[in-house]
């Protein structure tokens, strides 16, 4: 769009390649730089804007839950795929800014959903193992006796051998007294 103001100053002359040039290169100039183009060019800075708050934003967001210290988490993974969305979010807010700076090139950005899947899934799985932690913590008394009911379960399992050894040598002690005072 800047060769506009250098073809305006020699009108003759081609502002890119300083070829000779006719009226209709003139036309075909403004007809290509119009208010649609502006239009466009204002639509990838309020695209690269807008990405740049919600990445801003995601981040923030990403460093906080870091920062919470969830026992459940595992934040050296969790760090990891952070750091990998942060560099990936990156390069695309530098190939928006390169998109800018020369309008007509195709850019692809690359994809987020990949880390951003995997974050979710690590929050998930702390979320879940804090409820199940807290849903614990909550019903500490009947937890207590529900533990203290299969302790006694199995206390009674191990030594239900012993406890008929017993039996049999109680009756069969009983019996003898019994038989003495008959």
């Not at 967001?61 to 934040?75: D, G, S, T």
Request: net charge negative; proline share 4%.
């Amino acid at each position: 769009k800047q060769g506009r103001k250098y073809h305006e100053q020699e009108p003759e002359t081609c502002p890119f390649c300083q070829q000779p040039t006719d009226k209709q290169f003139a036309a075909d100039l403004v007809a290509f730089f119009s208010e649609g183009y502006d239009n466009d060019i204002q639509s990838i800075k309020q695209l690269r804007d807008t990405y740049q708050r919600v990445t801003e934003q995601l981040l923030i967001a990403i460093q906080r839950c870091v920062e919470l210290n969830n026992p459940f988490l595992n934040i050296e993974l969790f760090s990891a795929e952070a750091q990998a969305l942060t560099e990936r979010l990156r390069g695309n807010q530098t190939r928006l800014a390169k998109k800018l700076d020369e309008p007509s090139r195709k850019v692809e950005l690359e994809p987020v959903e990949p880390f951003i899947t995997q974050l979710q899934t690590l929050l998930t799985g702390a979320n879940e193992k804090t409820n199940a932690h807290n849903q614990t913590v909550t019903n500490i008394g009947s937890e207590k006796n529900t533990l203290t009911g299969q302790v006694w379960r199995y206390v009674l399992s191990e030594l239900a051998d012993d406890l008929q050894q017993y039996r049999q040598k109680k009756d069969c002690l009983t019996r003898a007294i019994e038989g003495m005072d008959g």
